[in-house]
């Protein structure tokens, strides 16, 4: 099950139900959600379309094992955080990922963040502001072991067969 919230036209909705996940998308404006529905008959995929407020909706919407959120508040990420069981996914502006990591680590996901600059394809337009994807996994408990020592480290793989050592 994952949440697509703020889903403007529903991609990330349509493209996880492509791969046989159930999908709700959530979007608080009417003329999005009519977009979204249109966009999901022309995938011909299933995906529940909902519109409100993660806040005012929550309680009707089934359990996510993942959410996407695009351009969340502190308090839409932590109502989302306190409900997926495993991972969560958002964009945001660089300023805000600082207190968007501290709202999911306080939900117990160890949480990653990147910056990514979109290049203009003609030489004359502005570039866009970079925007911060941030991705947060819940660990899965492990009997026995207390909750400090089971976050993994860095690991090198070994390169591929035939491939060198560089």
């Known amino acids: 099950m994952v ?3 703020g889903s403007g ?8 139900a492509r ?3 159930a999908a709700v998308a959530l979007d608080r404006d009417d003329s999005v959600c009519v977009r979204l529905r249109e966009n999901v008959r022309r995938h011909g995929v299933r995906v529940a379309v909902s519109r409100g407020e993660i806040g005012t909706v929550v309680d009707h919407l089934p359990v996510p094992d993942a959410v996407f959120l695009a351009d969340p508040s502190p308090e839409a990420l932590a109502t989302c955080a306190a409900q997926a069981r495993h991972r969560l996914v958002a964009t ?14 306080g939900h ?11 290049i203009p394809l003609s030489g004359d337009a502005e570039p866009p502001s970079p925007i911060t994807l941030l991705w947060a996994e819940r660990p899965a408990p492990v009997a026995g072991v207390p909750a400090a020592k089971r976050i993994r480290g860095i690991e090198t793989l070994p390169p591929p067969p035939g491939r060198p050592v560089l």
């Open 9 to 16: 036209d529903g991609s990330v909705a349509i493209e996880c």
């Open 92 to 105: 945001a502006p660089a300023g805000a990922v600082p207190a968007l990591m501290g709202v999911v680590a």
């Open 108 to 118: 117990g996901f160890i949480a990653h963040a990147t910056t990514l600059q979109t």
């Open 19 to 21: 791969f046989g996940a």
């Open 3 to 5: 949440w697509d919230i």
